[in-house]
Antibody
Framework: EVQLVQSGAEVKKPGESLKISCKGS????????IGWVRQMPGKGLEWMGI????????RYSPSFQGQVTISADKSISTAYLQWSSLKASDTAMYYC????????????WGQGTLVTVSS | EIVMTQSPATLSVSPGERATLSCRAS??????LAWYQQKPGQAPRLLIY???TRATGIPARFSGSGSGTEFTLTISSLQSEDFAVYYC??????????FGQGTKLEIK
């Protein structure tokens, strides 16, 4: 069974750094693209970027380029989303999702990680 | 960036009736269109991909149609568990794979 298990909720202050994770299991982690999707409170879904864990090929949405870093550690089947300096506007639910291929929908989703940034 | 526009924003339908949701792309996405369902407090769930193919385990009452720039999701006979927010998403062009703003399907 394919599973994506994300790290737990975080409460941070503006300016702090953060790295959240998404661990894949039940499939070949290096063979499928994984993406990150942001959902701000009461709002819709936004693709942030995608990564191919097999070779760490990473592509960012223009809106998020330079704002976050997506990475993966294939030795532990885990993808990451990180911020170097959080802002209040980063408060959102973040989902990881596995794509069927590079030009394909997301068939499997993590449960989401709620990030709250508040002073 | 391809802009996806969904209509209506909110749709009120009675259980047992048919619901029709629309999605329009600002330029052609061929058949690279997916529909997702999201219930409160849950992650999105893939319903339809390639515009008209149901994902594994999705009931036959869900159907998708369209190509190019105009797409439709139809739920033939609404069940109580179908009331949720529905998103379309194009995956023809990266960056990025854009979502529509969502249609909230509520009980009439």
């Amino acid at each position: 069974e394919v599973q994506l298990v994300q790290s737990g909720a975080e409460v941070k202050k503006p300016g702090e750094s953060l790295k959240i994770s998404c661990k894949g299991s039940g499939y070949s982690f290096t063979s499928y693209w994984i993406g990150w999707v942001r959902q701000m409170p009461g709002k819709g879904l936004e693709w942030m970027g995608i990564i191919y864990p097999g070779d760490s090929n990473t592509r960012y949405s223009p809106s998020f380029q330079g704002q976050v870093t997506i990475s993966a550690d294939k030795s532990i089947s885990t993808a990451y989303l990180q911020w170097s300096s959080l802002k209040a506007s980063d408060t959102a639910m973040y989902y990881c999702a596995r794509l069927y291929s590079i030009a394909a929908p997301a068939g499997y989703w993590g449960q989401g990680t709620l990030v709250t940034v508040s002073s | 960036e391809i802009v996806m526009t969904q209509s209506p924003a909110t749709l009120s339908v009675s259980p047992g009736e048919r619901a029709t949701l629309s999605c329009r792309a600002s330029q052609s996405v061929s058949s690279s269109l997916a529909w997702y369902q999201q219930k409160p407090g849950q992650a999105p769930r893939l319903l339809i991909y390639a515009a008209s193919t149901r994902a594994t385990g999705i009931p036959a009452r869900f159907s998708g149609s369209g190509s190019g720039t105009e797409f439709t999701l139809t739920i033939s006979s609404l069940q109580s568990e179908d009331f949720a927010v529905y998103y379309c998403q194009q995956y023809n062009n990266w960056p990025p794979y854009t979502f529509g703003q969502g249609t909230k399907l509520e009980i009439k």
